[in-house]
C-alpha cells in the first residue's frame, strides 16, 4: 500500500472502505462477539431466565460499542497517532475534573455525566495513556530511548493520572495504570536496569506506605488475608464468591439452576462477581473455557501487535492487549479470593456501560492497527 | 533500516515475554479455580440439589459489668425469642400470619418485622418475637413445617441486678438504631444492644465483642441438616469496677427521697468506690423498650431522675470552697497560720457589706479558726489578699472547675471563675466579686465528683483523678496506685495548717460539723468541711428583719447543703463529698450521710481495723 499525503486522507477514505473492511481482522470480532455472548447468557441467568433488565440493556450497549469499534477500525491510523496527545489532554483533563465535580458513586469511585452517560474518567485515561505514550516512542530508536532524558516526558506523563486516580482515592486502578504505564516503557525498550532500580526499594516502600493506611485500610487487607473475621463486611464477598463457585464443582449445577439463594447474597453478582454465576451453573471445566476464551482474545490482540510493521501500532495494540488482560487477571483473581475485592469488572461480561465502552473502543484502535499495519508513517526514525 | 530492525527486534522479544507472563498468570488462576471449585469444592457440596448452604451470624455474648469483688452489676439472662431468616421463607406475609395465631403480632410490629427484613441482607435473622414463654416456644417447635423461615434461638438481654442503684454509673444499653447499624453492620443481629450511657457506652468496644458466623447447610424448607463450619466470635470483656457494691447501695439508700449525690473516693488512687445520685431509674427498661409515659414523667420531673448528678451536677460549692483558697493563699504567701483577721459579722468594701453567716462576728480568727467556725469574712479578706487569679489556679490544680481525666461519657466541667474570662464575657471584674468567690459563691460552680477529687487531693497532694474501672477483660488499667499519680507540688507547711483546721472542724465542740463526729470506737478521726450554699441571693431587708430563715422558703429556692470529708486524718484514705440540693444547712442535711459512709468504708477496709485492734468497745 502507496503512504499518502495525510491531508487527503478523508477524501481517499470512502474508496477504501471495502478494501479496508477485507483487511478486518474478523476472526478477533468473532472472538469479541462470542465473550460478549458468554456474557448475555450469564446475565440472562442472573435476571432469573429472563433478557429484563440487565441482559437485554447489555446487549444494546455492546451494539453501540460494536459500532463504535467497527468505525474506529476504519480510521486511518496516522490520524489516530497525531490524535494521540490531544486525547490524553482530554482525559487527564476530564480526570481532574471529576476531583471538582465528580460526584462519589459505589465507594470511592468517582464518575462523571457526560451527556447524561456516567462516564468513568479512568476508565478512558488507561487508553489515552496508551494512545500517547505509543506516540512518544513511535519514532524513537533503540539509542534513543536509552537516553535517561528521553524519559522524562513519559515519566510525567504516567505519573500524572495515576496521582489524580489515587487522589479519589481509588488504590486498584492507580496500581494498574501504573503497571499499564510500566508495561509500555518494558515494550519500547526501556532498559532493564531502570525496571531493576525501580522495583528494589519496593518493598521498603509498602512497608512504611502500610503504616502510613489509615485503620480502616489496614482492616481491609486484613480482612483480605482472613475473610471469616468480617464475614458481614468485606470478607462476605469473598466467603459467598467462595461457597458459589465450590457448588459448581466440575461440572455446574446446569444453566439458569445456579442457586439464587446464594446469589442473592451477593450484592454484585450481575457486576463484578458475574464469574461467580459463571463458575456455579457451569462447573469448572465451563469456567475453564470462558478462562480459555479469555486468553484466546489476549493471545490474538498480542498477535496483531507483533506483526505490525510500524512502532505506534505495535506500542498501541500491545498497550490494548495489557490493559485488557489486567482487567482479566484482576477480576478473576479477585472473585477467586486471590486479592483484596477491588471493584474491577469483568470486560465485555460484567454489567455496565463504563468499562464496555472503554473496552470495545480499545479494540478499535487495536483492529484500525491491524487493518494499517502496512502504512509507513512519515519522519519515522528520525530521532537523533 | 538496520535500526528498525533493532526495535522491531527487541518489542518482538518482550512482548512475548509478557504474552507467555499472561499465558502463566492465566494458567495460575485456572489452578486457583481448580482448587476453589473442585478440591475444596467439595467442602461446599451439596448432596440434593435442593440443598443450600446458608451462613448465620451469632451475636456475641455482651461482657459484663462487676464491681471491685466480682459482684455482677449489668448481666446477661437467657432469654427465648423468634427469629425470621428472610430467604428461608417462600412467602414472609403467611409466615407471619400462621405465627400470628401462636403468638399474636400487632399491626406495629409486622411494620417493623418487614422494615428490618427490607434492610438487611437476607440471611440475617430478623426479631419476630421476644421474651416468648416456655408454652409459646413449645407450639412453634411444633409448628415448625408450617413456620418456614422462623427459627427459635436462645438469646440474652442485659439485666441490672441492683435496678436503679447503679443506673447513672453503668449505664444502660438499647436496641441499635439504623445509624448505628450503618456504621457497624454486625449490629444488625438481633439481641446486639448499644451502651447509651455510662460505663455501658464508654466501655461499648470492650463490652460489645466479635459476632461469630455457623455455615449450615439447609434443606430446601429451611432447616438445618448439618454444620459446616463455625466461627464463635469473640465474647466481649468483662469490666470490673472501682465501685464497691455494698457501699453504693448504701448511699443509694441514704439519699433516698432526695435530690442528691454523694462520691467516695479512694483518696489514695481515685478509685471511686461509690458514685451515688437520687433520685433514680431502671435501667432495665431501655432494653425493652421505655412506653412515652414513662419518659414523660422522667423528664418532667423537677429531681431530674436521669441526669447523673455526681458527674454532671453543677453546684456553688459554698463555704466547702473555702480549704481551696486557704492553700492558695498560704502556698503564695499571702497569710500565714498565725495571720489574723477581725470579724464583727461583716465585711465592708467600699460601699458594699458582705455578711459572716454569724450575724455577731467571730472575733479576731487565725486560718485555723476560720476553717474551725466556717468564718465568712476572713475569706473575704484571705480572697482579696490572694486575689483570683491565685485562688483560680490552685483550685483547678485541686480539681475544681477542670475536665476531669474521668472514664464516664458524661462530665459538667463547672467553672472557678478567672478576671480574664469574666472580661472574654464583656464584663469587668470587680473585687467583689473575688470576696464572694473567697466563700464558694458568685460564679463557682462545682460538680460532687469535682468535690471528691478536690478532697483527695487536698487530703494526699497527689494529683489523683477519679476513676471507675479498675480492669477489663482481666487486664488491669493504670491508675491503680498511689504512685501512679504525681505529686501536686504544694508547701507541706500549707497543707498540714488546713489539714488541722478541718481536723478541727469535726472533733472539736466548736467546729461546724462536731455533731457528725467519728464514734471513737472506730479509732481513727475524720476530717471535714461543711457547706451551704445559696441558690438565691438574700436581701439585706430580708436579714435585718431577723426573722429570716431558709427552711421556710419553697424547694427550689432553699440553699444546697454540702459536706466533704477524708478519713482517717493522720494517712488519708477515703475522701467524700455529699450534696444534697435544697438541703439547708450542710451539717444537718449532708454531714451525717457523708460520716456513715466514710464509717462504712473505714469498717469494710481489713487495714484499718488491723490499725486500731482491740478499741472495738
Redesign the interface.
Known amino acids: 500500500m502507496k503512504a499518502r499525503a495525510e491531508g487527503r486522507l478523508l477524501v481517499a477514505l470512502p474508496f477504501d472502505v471495502t478494501a479496508k473492511l477485507a483487511r478486518l481482522n474478523w476472526g478477533f470480532v468473532l472472538l469479541v462477539c462470542l465473550l460478549a455472548a458468554v456474557g448475555y447468557a450469564a446475565l440472562y441467568s442472573v435476571d432469573g431466565g429472563s433478557p429484563k433488565p440487565y441482559a437485554e440493556a447489555q446487549a444494546v450497549r455492546f451494539a453501540a460499542g460494536l459500532v463504535l469499534m467497527l468505525g474506529l477500525a476504519l480510521v486511518d491510523i496516522r490520524l489516530i497517532a497525531r490524535l494521540a496527545w490531544p486525547a490524553y489532554g482530554a482525559a487527564l483533563l476530564l480526570l481532574a475534573a471529576v476531583a471538582r465535580f465528580g460526584h462519589v458513586g459505589k465507594g470511592a469511585e468517582r464518575w462523571i455525566d457526560v451527556a447524561g452517560i456516567a462516564l468513568q474518567p479512568s476508565e478512558l485515561m488507561k487508553v489515552a495513556l496508551v494512545l500517547a505514550l505509543a506516540a512518544w516512542f513511535r519514532r524513537a530508536s533503540w539509542e534513543r530511548v536509552g537516553s535517561p532524558l528521553f524519559l522524562i516526558v513519559p515519566a510525567l506523563a504516567i505519573a500524572a493520572p495515576v496521582a489524580l486516580i489515587l487522589k479519589e482515592p481509588n488504590l486498584g486502578t492507580a496500581v494498574i495504570t501504573l503497571a499499564i504505564g510500566g508495561a509500555m516503557l518494558l515494550a519500547a525498550g526501556v532498559r532493564l536496569w531502570l525496571f531493576a532500580l525501580a522495583i528494589a526499594p519496593l518493598p521498603l516502600v509498602a512497608r512504611i506506605a502500610y503504616s502510613h493506611l489509615h485503620g480502616y485500610q489496614k482492616q481491609r487487607i486484613l480482612t483480605f488475608l482472613h475473610p471469616e473475621r468480617d464475614p458481614l463486611g468485606a470478607g462476605y464477598n469473598i466467603i459467598q464468591s467462595k461457597i458459589a463457585l465450590g457448588s459448581g464443582g466440575m461440572w455446574g449445577q446446569g444453566y439458569l439452576h445456579g442457586t439464587q439463594g446464594h446469589l442473592g447474597f451477593l450484592p454484585e453478582k450481575q457486576t463484578d462477581f458475574i464469574f461467580t454465576t459463571i463458575g456455579e451453573e457451569w462447573g469448572f471445566v465451563g469456567a475453564l473455557a470462558v478462562v480459555a476464551l479469555l486468553l484466546l482474545i489476549i493471545v490474538a490482540a498480542m498477535l496483531i501487535a507483533l506483526r505490525c510493521r510500524h512502532q505506534f501500532g505495535r506500542l498501541l495494540a500491545f498497550g490494548v492487549a495489557v490493559d485488557f488482560s489486567l482487567y482479566v487477571f484482576v477480576n478473576l483473581a479477585m472473585v477467586m479470593g486471590v486479592i483484596p475485592v477491588g471493584g474491577v469488572p469483568l470486560p465485555l461480561v460484567s454489567y455496565g456501560g463504563s468499562a464496555l465502552i472503554a473496552v470495545m473502543g480499545g479494540f478499535g484502535l487495536l483492529l484500525s492497527v491491524d487493518v494499517h499495519r502496512d502504512v509507513v508513517f512519515p519522519r519515522d526514525l528520525e530521532d537523533g | 533500516m538496520r535500526?528498525?530492525t533493532?526495535?522491531?527486534g527487541?518489542?518482538?522479544r518482550?512482548?512475548?515475554a509478557?504474552?507467555a507472563g499472561?499465558?502463566a498468570?492465566?494458567g495460575l488462576?485456572?489452578a486457583?479455580?481448580?482448587q476453589?471449585?473442585?478440591t475444596?469444592?467439595?467442602?461446599?457440596?451439596?448432596r440434593a440439589?435442593q440443598n443450600?448452604?446458608?451462613?448465620r451470624?451469632i451475636a456475641p455474648v455482651r461482657g459484663r459489668i462487676l464491681d471491685r469483688g466480682g459482684v455482677v452489676l449489668a448481666g446477661n439472662k437467657q432469654a427465648w425469642r423468634a427469629l425470621l431468616i428472610a430467604?428461608q421463607s417462600h412467602d414472609i406475609d403467611r409466615t407471619l400470619d400462621r405465627f400470628s395465631r401462636i403468638v399474636p403480632l400487632d399491626a406495629r410490629a409486622r411494620a417493623r418485622i418487614r422494615r428490618d427484613v427490607a434492610q438487611n441482607?437476607?440471611?440475617?435473622p430478623v426479631l419476630v418475637a421476644d421474651f416468648l414463654t416456655w408454652d409459646q416456644m413449645a407450639r412453634i417447635e411444633a409448628a415448625a413445617p408450617r413456620l418456614p423461615g422462623i427459627v427459635i434461638d436462645v438469646g440474652q438481654t442485659r439485666v441490672y441486678p441492683f435496678g436503679p442503684d447503679f443506673a447513672h454509673v453503668v449505664g444502660y444499653v438499647a436496641p441499635p438504631t439504623p445509624a448505628d447499624v450503618a456504621r457497624d453492620?454486625?449490629l444488625?443481629l438481633p439481641g446486639m444492644r448499644v451502651g447509651r450511657t455510662g460505663v455501658e457506652r464508654f466501655r461499648e468496644r470492650d463490652l460489645q465483642g466479635q459476632?461469630g458466623?455457623v455455615?449450615l447447610e439447609v434443606d430446601a424448607a429451611g432447616r438445618v441438616i448439618r454444620e459446616l463450619a463455625r466461627?464463635g466470635g469473640v465474647p466481649g470483656a468483662d469490666v470490673t469496677l472501682t465501685l464497691d457494691a455494698g457501699l453504693q447501695r448504701l448511699a443509694m439508700r441514704r439519699l433516698a427521697g432526695l435530690s442528691a449525690s454523694a462520691v467516695v473516693l479512694d483518696a489514695r488512687d481515685g478509685a471511686v468506690l461509690a458514685m451515688a445520685s437520687t433520685p433514680s431509674f431502671d435501667p432495665g427498661l431501655f432494653d425493652t423498650g421505655v412506653s412515652e409515659a414513662q419518659w414523660k414523667a422522667w423528664i418532667t420531673d423537677p429531681m431530674a431522675p436521669l441526669i447523673d448528678k455526681a458527674a454532671v451536677g453543677v453546684y456553688a460549692p459554698g463555704s466547702t470552697f473555702k480549704p481551696g483558697v486557704a492553700l492558695a493563699a498560704l502556698s503564695a504567701g499571702a497569710i500565714t497560720p498565725t495571720t489574723t483577721f477581725f470579724c464583727p459579722g461583716y465585711f465592708q468594701l467600699g460601699n458594699r457589706k458582705f455578711y459572716c453567716w454569724k450575724r455577731g462576728g467571730h472575733g479576731t480568727v487565725d486560718v485555723h479558726t476560720a476553717l474551725q467556725q466556717s468564718c465568712d469574712v476572713f475569706f473575704y479578706h484571705t480572697a482579696l489578699q490572694v486575689g483570683m487569679d491565685r485562688i483560680a489556679a490552685m483550685t483547678h490544680r485541686l480539681g475544681l472547675g477542670v475536665r476531669l481525666p474521668l472514664d464516664l461519657p458524661l462530665q459538667a466541667r463547672g467553672l472557678v471563675p478567672t478576671p480574664a474570662w469574666r472580661r472574654a464575657h464583656g464584663h469587668p471584674w470587680v473585687l467583689g466579686d473575688t470576696a464572694l468567690a473567697g466563700i464558694g459563691q458568685g460564679f463557682v460552680q462545682v460538680t460532687p465528683l469535682q468535690l471528691a477529687t478536690y478532697v483527695a487531693r487536698v487530703a494526699t497532694g497527689r494529683a489523683v483523678a477519679p476513676h471507675v474501672a479498675a480492669s477489663i477483660g482481666g487486664r488491669v488499667l493504670p491508675g491503680g496506685v498511689a504512685s501512679d499519680w504525681p505529686l501536686l507540688d504544694i508547701p507541706q507547711p500549707a497543707l498540714k495548717a488546713v489539714h488541722d483546721g478541718l481536723a478541727a472542724v469535726v472533733n472539736t465542740p466548736l467546729g461546724t460539723g462536731w455533731t457528725v463526729r467519728l464514734p471513737p470506737a472506730l479509732g481513727v478521726r475524720m476530717a471535714g468541711k461543711t457547706g451551704t450554699a445559696q441558690v438565691t441571693g438574700v436581701s439585706q431587708a430580708e436579714r435585718l428583719a431577723g426573722g429570716f430563715h431558709s427552711s421556710q422558703l419553697p424547694w427550689k429556692l432553699r440553699p444546697n447543703a454540702l459536706f466533704i470529708a477524708f478519713a482517717p486524718v493522720t494517712a488519708p484514705r477515703y475522701a467524700t463529698a455529699v450534696v444534697v440540693a435544697h438541703g439547708n444547712e450542710g451539717a444537718e442535711a449532708a454531714a451525717p450521710i457523708a460520716r456513715d459512709l466514710i464509717v462504712a468504708a473505714l469498717s469494710r477496709d481489713p487495714t484499718v481495723a488491723q490499725a486500731a485492734p482491740g478499741t472495738k468497745s
Open positions: 535500526r528498525e533493532r526495535r522491531a527487541v518489542f518482538t518482550r512482548a512475548l509478557v504474552l499472561q499465558t498468570v492465566l488462576l485456572s486457583r479455580l481448580y476453589v471449585q473442585v475444596e469444592g467439595r467442602r461446599y457440596a451439596t440439589r443450600s448452604i446458608s451462613l451470624m430467604e441482607r437476607r440471611f440475617i453492620p454486625a444488625a459476632a458466623s455455615q466461627d
